[in-house]
Nanobody, 116 residues
């Protein structure tokens, strides 16, 4: 049974930091590209960061570049999203996604709220 379980969300003040984690099971994690997406209320889901299966290449949305860092630990079947200098507009549900060829898996999401 495939599972992606996100954790680490919560309430943080503007300028603060959070680290999201997504732990995978039920598939060969090291073979999959991993990504973080987010969806704010009333908006479409958008991809914020992606990392290749070996971790050698990453890519970020312009809105988070320089503030967010995606990383992975294939020994722990886990992908991370370090979020620094958080802004109110970063408030959203954050989802991790695993992709390989025609296979795609999503986590259930974790809420991140940035508010003073």
């Amino acid at each position: 049974q495939v599972q992606l379980v996100e954790s680490g969300g919560g309430l943080v003040q503007p300028g603060g930091s959070l680290r999201l984690s997504c732990t995978a099971s039920g598939f060969t994690f090291r073979n999959y590209i991993m990504a973080w997406h987010r969806q704010a209320p009333g908006k479409e889901r958008e991809r914020v960061a992606v990392i290749t299966n070996t971790g050698g290449t990453t890519n970020y949305a312009d809105s988070v570049k320089g503030r967010f860092t995606i990383s992975r630990d294939n020994a722990k079947n886990t992908v991370y999203l370090q979020m620094n200098s958080l802004k109110i507009e970063d408030t959203a549900v954050y989802y991790c996604k695993a992709v390989r060829l025609l296979s795609e898996y999503w986590g259930q999401g974790t809420q991140v709220t940035v508010s003073s």
